[in-house]
């Protein structure tokens, strides 16, 4: 992976070139904990499922709600699958990101504002990709837009 970092480095710099600011929480390509191999990113979903802290089960739903947006989709589908093998029997998980999404409030009380920290400003993900990329888990319709 250390061929790549070169160009997800350039990759992330003329995104913000065209005005698209770095994602706070780091969740760019130019991150290697975002751009590993395949094997080594189902690894790394494995231990986020096995060890659900907050930070973990945000992780999980950031990547179900990942699109491929160049290059070989069937890698990202491959985990994704991983993922599912592990999702598919337990619904206590599920019954967790649902919880999770509930709390996901706009008045800056809910989990998600607790461990984020609540901001004046809108935040993209907030509003929209995690709360879908979860509910998606919750009723089973990944990749089903």
């Not at 945000?58 to 491959?78: H, P, Q, R, T, Y």
């Not at 993922?83 to 008045?107: C, H, I, P, T, W």
Request: proline share 5%; glycine share 10%; with cysteine.
């Amino acid at each position: 992976m250390q061929m790549v970092r070169p160009y997800a480095e350039r990759f992330s710099g003329v995104l913000a070139e065209f005005g698209y600011p770095p994602c706070l929480g780091k969740i760019m390509v130019n991150n290697p904990s975002w751009c590993q191999s395949v094997s080594e990113f189902k690894q790394t979903v494995g231990s986020w499922y096995k060890n659900p802290t907050p930070d973990h089960m945000m992780n999980l739903a950031i990547f179900m709600d990942a699109k491929s947006v160049s290059g070989d989709e069937a890698l990202l589908k491959e985990v994704r699958t991983h993922l599912s093998g592990y999702l598919d029997s337990d619904v206590g998980m599920l019954m967790s990101f649902a919880r999770a999404v509930n709390q996901f409030d706009e008045d800056g009380h809910g989990f998600f504002a607790q461990i984020l920290g609540h901001k004046s400003t809108k935040w993209i993900l907030k509003n929209g990709n995690i709360p879908c990329g979860a509910w998606h888990l919750c009723i089973g319709t990944q990749g089903k837009n």
